[in-house]
């Protein structure tokens, strides 16, 4: 997240990216994605979807996840922080004092058991692409958590690598800097990228709701 709060215009979101995908395309990235040693689901709706997901994190785990849209639309961090069914981290991380914490916060965030997010585009190669300002959900997605549930909609496939960086540049930048500006009054950057290839059998699973779901 940002600290600018100098008001800039920002470009509307291009619609062109929030279509959902067809079941052809859907199935061909999922095949693209098992290829690659992701674990792949595909739900058609936000309850299969926070269902499936609270299904794969055991009571008591110790867990923890980016600021994501998708995750709080489909009721998860609710789940998650809410219910006391998990050792839940970020509302702990939260309450620590960056000030004289920063160090505590930053080792204890950075490689929970189960790391829960989303992607900002998923290619029909079946490569992952994450943006952020700072860096800290990117970590342990790609190395740090046991293990990582990514919950998907399908509006967010697109055909290859230039087509997912510019979604996140034309349709997911314009939204996610509206929606901090509204909340805090700080703009956002698209500072550090990730693209996740592939993985290990058995670490990430990869869940595509066949409904929009996040930006």
């Given amino acids: 997240m940002s600290t600018t709060t100098e008001q800039r215009p920002v470009p509307a979101p291009d619609a062109a990216f929030s279509s959902l995908a067809s079941d052809e395309t859907v199935e061909r990235t999922a095949a693209a994605l098992r290829a690659r040693g992701f674990d792949v689901h595909v739900v058609d709706s936000h309850d299969g979807a926070r269902d499936l997901i609270l299904g794969m994190v055991p009571a008591g785990a110790e867990v923890s996840s980016g600021a994501s849209v998708t995750l709080d639309q489909l009721g998860v961090t609710a789940e998650i922080e809410g219910s006391g069914r998990y050792d839940a981290l970020r509302p702990r991380l939260r309450a620590m004092d960056r000030a004289t914490q920063g160090r505590e916060i930053r080792k ?30 990117l970590g342990p997605i790609a190395n740090g958590a046991g293990r990582v549930i990514l919950a998907v909609g399908t509006q967010k496939i697109v055909a290859d690598l230039d087509a997912a960086l510019r979604r996140i540049d034309a349709y997911v930048f314009p939204l996610e800097d509206a929606r901090l500006m509204e909340a805090y009054r700080m703009h956002t950057a698209t500072n550090k990228i990730l693209v996740l290839q592939g993985d290990r059998p058995g670490r990430t699973t990869v869940v595509l709701v066949r409904e929009a779901v996040g930006n």
């Fill in 108 to 137: 204890l965030g950075a490689a929970p058991d189960v790391w829960l997010n989303s992607a900002n585009a998923l290619t029909e190669d079946g490569r992952l692409v994450f943006a952020s300002f700072g860096g800290s959900q």
